[in-house]
DNA sequence: CTGTTAGCGCATTCAT
DNA sequence: ATGAATGCGCTAACAG
């Protein structure tokens, strides 16, 4: 597999390296005969243009990082999809930064990508410090949140309308005849979490139903506290108990409707479940859950695009880029099986 | 951030470009003193070598390539946790190929992997043809498939033992008692889906049972398949119908529950249900799902360290690289609600 | 429209 | 132990 170069494309067609790297390059000024010819050239004996020579004459490389936390990759894979489907038509490669711990993030930001090695970041749900990826993107690395409400962030970012999908929700409780609705929250740094609070309690004041905080409960990640939290939930006075959860999360949701049916109780006979993601599964939990759909596919195609549209529009330093585009796509309510009227 | 080169570090310390080079590789041959002040240099300045040009310079690169379906993500998830594990112990970073669609499956290997961009490839649970690979392997590219069952190919793999598995959860449905077990199978293209049928042919065999061709029903992928295979099922007479289901995946499993609570039966007391994959929402999906594990994230940690070994072992046509290593990893029977003794 | 000439940033001989 | 010279494969002015 000796590896032909553009010199041996050259030689072969009788013409000059650099008319042969202009005809790669689809630079309309060579004649349509000969480009075709090299082209053909190319074509029969399988010739590649290498990527590393490229990417060093260039000053450039035709790869986007993507930075994705280890912890997150159910949600991810959606993402990826999406993102993936718009790389694939372009003339750009995916490189793929996992940290599956967090010690080693800091490694990542300041050794690989200052290495020139990606032509623009997508960074995707994470909590980690963002000030090292807004001085990357100062100095010109364009940067694309996917799913990280960072509101304090001075990045472009693609997001989903957190508040408006918990507020959906509670609204949907509401409307089936529930008073008594509580929420499980997630992790309460991240600001998505932070907006879906928002959400619950002002669909809950519109309504006229005062704040009552026993029924706010912390969840987190781990299934176990949210067990804890639920059976909080369950232990109270009945003309005090809730009868319609809104978890932070479907994997909070599911650990919700575990607990309630292992205390005997039954979704959505005595207390209604809604979740947040839609996470594929969810279709398939019994009771089927009632969720608020994000379109995480449609958010990795829209951040995929953005930032393409970021990297060739060049350092554009206008003033349209100095207000960072912050894309928020909305959310929809899916109602299934794990939530019915009030008894 | 005008990105400091080799030269500037080699002005800035008063040495030469090829000594500063000489630390960056490790060579022994440098004095110790100066090299700490090189490195001291490189670090208060926040230097970092460019990837493509050395890159270009050693002929080869440091990034592995990684080929993903896009169909088979909820898979993919914990493999990618695997190779992430290993690889970012390495100096190595992912690329990521996913083909949403299969047409440009052949753009993929025979233009972007030809382009020297990685020095080996993962290649993820897929059907695509495999002589393309076979070939880039054999000029000189390390190549280590996932979850590939190609009996066939000149190829190292890591596989599961899917044979093993279905045999161990037919072996399970017996002990329950069942003597009309039904199997409904995946995509049998798939190779793992032959070895599947394998075991729960073998499995009946061997318990004296002989074998009912109406019991194995296609599945493939879709949940409407899936479906009419269940119904199919259901209709037998009552004393042929299967008290029991091995399903090919887990996925099919959850479509086969379905189809059997809406048809009035109840799962596991009419019929036990068995799946394969043990996807992170089994453990979710109400009755919990027993099936068979698959050790995805043991899978990728096995494949990336292969193929490290591989890349590092340099051409290596010893008489042991000649015999593709092929390793399968076992799996584990999760018995949990969906199966029970015969009624 | 096409060829000439210089690099891109680094690794790697060969000298010293 | 260190420096000078050369080339990796390609792009990008600038000529013609």
Known sequence: MARLTIRDIARMSGLSKSTVSLVLNNSPRVDPATRERVLELMRQHNYVPNYAATALARGNTRLIGMIVPGLTWRLV???NYGVASVVEGSEYEIILYTSTNDRNYDRVI???LASKL???LLVVTHNQPLEPLEKLHRDGLPVVLVDTLATHADLPAIVTDNYGGAHAAVRHLLEL???????VEGLMEYPCCQERTRGYTDALAEAGISHRPELVQAGGFSAETVADSTRALLSLPKRRRPTAVFAHSDITAYAVMETVEDSGLKVPDDISVVGFDDLASSEHVRPALTTVRQPFEEMGRQAAELLFATI???P???EASRQPPR???PTSLIVRDSTSTVA
Request: net charge neutral; aromatic share 0%.
């Open 110 to 112: 300041e050794r690989i």
């Open 327 to 329: 894309l928020s796509l």
């Open 316 to 318: 554009g330093e206008t």
């Open 177 to 183: 005849g529930h008073r008594r609705i509580a929420c």
């Open 118 to 120: 990606s032509a623009g």
């Open 77 to 79: 894979a959606a993402i």
């Open 312 to 314: 060739e529009g060049g």
